[in-house]
């Protein structure tokens, strides 16, 4: 009854909290060493655990804390976090210490409860119920538990029809989420059958070849076959060919930069370009690119090239449902169906 609720913060304590921390994995400071002000000072972040929960008492003694203490005694079943420091001054390197840096509530059941692993005549010893399938946390001696929330699926293709001016346009979407950050990437087919494409800090849409292009697909070949060797939807690609106005990366990328930034030198067009293009243009596929990676680092180029082109076949498959939808060759997705959710 509780193991969606269980299982999900199990995987939190071992493994998305150690992401968070690596994702962190340094922490600067302004600190100035005494007569070495020009020394960077930082703090390099390292393995994290939770320990089991544990109660203070007043005289500064320590000790195991139950649930069924928590309920009567007001208190939270929380537990301490330690995390592993390492102090960097420079070329210097100071031994790695273990500190506290908190206290998470630990839910009832999981990995890191006292209970965990008991038989049921050792939870009845400790005023538990043996029958009790936990899921929940204790928070100042009341019992909490978090609602689960459904939404629509993430990184996942869906149509739908929408209404302009009295006129249908055919649409495909899709919640592109990574690390937190949820952008919603739509291509849509106007009256004049071209495909267009918006997502977030750009105003307006983009022609869909136009960024096929800025993505590193030069030739008309690699466009269309992105999309689909459909017959049928090679003649609405023949039209979305001739309304392009790019024909090589650089101008696809210029085009993209005149749209974010107009007025602006070419120079900062085509840096703000990009960096609209990397990060939020279907950020979930960003994925593919190795964390911690720098622009000075071998291969760097080379990765964000085959990103870009890996964005550029989503957006494919994208055009292909839109067209789809227009041919009657599939129908429009049920928001409400459980398949579509998570």
Request: charged share 30%; aromatic share 8%; with cysteine.
């Amino acid at each position: 009854m509780a193991r969606h609720q269980l299982d999900s913060y199990n995987n939190f304590l071992f493994r998305n909290l150690q992401k968070v921390v690596n994702e962190q994995r340094v922490i600067e400071t302004d600190i100035e060493i005494r007569g070495k002000s020009n020394i960077p000072v930082w703090v390099e972040l390292g393995k994290i655990e939770v320990r089991k929960p544990l109660v203070r008492e007043a005289d500064g003694s320590q000790g195991d804390l139950f649930p069924s203490e928590a309920r009567l005694r007001n208190l939270t079943y929380a537990a301490p976090i330690q995390l592993q420091l390492t102090l960097v001054q420079g070329e210097d390197r100071q031994e790695p210490i273990m500190t506290t840096i908190g206290q998470l509530p630990i839910m009832i059941g999981s990995t890191s409860c006292n209970l965990f692993g008991m038989s049921d005549d050792e939870r009845v010893t400790h005023g538990e119920d043996p029958y009790d399938p936990g899921g929940f946390f204790i928070v100042n001696g009341t019992e909490r538990v978090l609602m689960t929330l459904e939404d629509l699926a993430s990184n996942k293709i869906m149509t739908e029809f929408t209404e302009r001016y009295s006129e249908r346009i055919y649409v495909a979407k899709v919640f592109s989420q990574y690390r937190g950050y949820r952008a919603l990437v739509v291509v849509e087919r106007n009256r004049k059958n071209l495909l267009e494409v918006s997502f977030p800090s750009v105003a307006g849409h983009l022609k869909f070849v136009d960024l096929m292009r800025a993505l590193g697909m030069v030739s008309d070949h690699d466009v269309v076959n992105a999309v689909s060797t459909d017959e049928d939807i090679l003649t609405f690609m023949m039209q979305n060919l001739e309304e392009s106005e790019c024909d090589s990366v650089e101008s696809g990328v210029m085009y993209v930069g005149k749209k974010l930034a107009p007025n602006q030198t070419k120079d900062y067009q085509r840096k703000r370009a990009e960096f609209v293009l990397d990060n939020y243009l279907l950020p979930h596929l960003n994925y593919l690119m190795p964390f911690g990676m720098k622009e000075e680092d071998e291969g760097y180029r080379d990765t964000v090239e085959s990103v870009r082109l890996a964005k550029g076949h989503f957006l494919g498959r994208m055009a292909e449902a839109c067209f789809d939808l227009v041919l009657n060759k599939r129908r429009i997705d049920d928001k409400d169906h459980y398949s579509n959710k998570r």
